[in-house]
């Protein structure tokens, strides 16, 4: 990175520690978390939020994989915090998108009962507050660069939620040379449907670039949601143009792919936010943005979950647990880690906190603000909660424990020296147990239901032949 003088941090460490009192993160702080960040600095802070699609837990060497290195997000992770109990509002994508933008348990939203969106008559209803229209109200200018998968035209899209600028794709994948889905091509600038040749990771990073040097010139803070859709298949890496060419855009989810074209695709994707951190850090922007990298569920079938099982569309670890990094000036301590469980739709209470704003008190978040957490508070028990319709599946962890039910079989394990969810406690922790299913029940009663919803587009009978069975543990 080229060494600029750093510009006057939005707020320093120091301050926060004034604030929180003697020694590092008090009892109060820990009584009372959001008091220490009471007061919004005079220059807001930029955000930067980047998404990996389909990548688990374990896919980059500083979380533990062994096969490939990942050096730009190993790099970011040591200038700051490290989330080892961070988790996906969903074990697939456009719900967890959906809680994103909403800040909200995507049961609540009608679109959010559909696992994923697809076609048409679907969609985040434009009315509902997002965290780019909340950002807006706040001052900011608010971009989209990659996937939506949140409804289509006309009725849905990233302009009429909140943004003022969308370049990428609008459905769930696109191949990653013809950028379509098997009917032509699926890139938009804006509500203009467009043609352009490249490798997609490559391209969004490239147009992340033009967005940076577009608003270092300009006054207002801003948000950059930067969702690559990398590394979700189809299985093709950078120099994997004969292999998009095969398959003419009819992206076939269990065709093809291997360990070595999947490091090739998880490396493209370090390497191209290491382009766009190096421009972040050429223009001084660094002390002023909020950088974010994380996934919107567990891993698929190269991905590397361990120590957890369970994979991508399971309430297992493994398809909710995933990787979180956050460098944020003046609130993370570099190179600390910890394993206070987070969530994808706690970032909207966070940065609006950070920015002088708060949720609409029509739709309440469901989320926390996470800077005290980041800042390195202990843990304060609270619930989070899952379903998935295919199988049935049920969650809740609390604590150490998590309760998990697939097709009406229940379990109770203790997640913290149980990764593995193995050792089924049911019968050894009855009390426990009753209590976490008493809860499920008790919030699922507050969520929205739709039993003509249909996971994944597919009829029931037809889930396993396009997933596998799930493997009870």
Known sequence: MTNLPPKSPAFSRRDTLKTLGAGAIG???????LTAFAQTPARKPNFLFIMADDLGYADLSCYGRREYRTP???RLATQGIRLTSAYANSAICSPTRLALITGRYQYRIPAGLVE???GTGHGLDPAHPTLPSLLKAQGYHTALIGKWHMGSLPDYGPLKSGYDEFWGNRGGAVDYFSHGFGRGSDLWDGDVQIEESGYYTDMLAQRSLQFLDARAKADKPWLLSLHFTAPHWPWEGPG?????????????????GSLATYAEMVTALDAAIGRVLARLSELGLDEETVVVFTSDNGGERFSDNWPFTGMKSELLEGGLRVPLIVRWPGVTVAGSTSDVPAISMDFLPTFLAAAGGAPDPAYPSDGVDL???????PPSDRPLFWRFGRRNQKALRLGRYKYLSI???????DVVTDPLERANLKERQPAIFAEFQARFET???TMLTDPTARSYGFEPDQLADHFGPIQPR
């Open 27 to 33: 009892a109060s702080a820990a009584a009372h978390p």
């Open 72 to 74: 730009v997000l190993d």
């Open 116 to 118: 994923p969106l697809g």
């Open 240 to 256: 994997d143009k004969a292999e998009s060419d095969r398959i003419a855009g009819k992206i076939v989810h269990y065709d093809g």
């Open 371 to 377: 800077r005290p957490v980041l800042a390195g508070a």
């Open 407 to 413: 097709d009406g079989n229940d379990f109770l394990f």
């Open 443 to 445: 919030w699922n009663a």
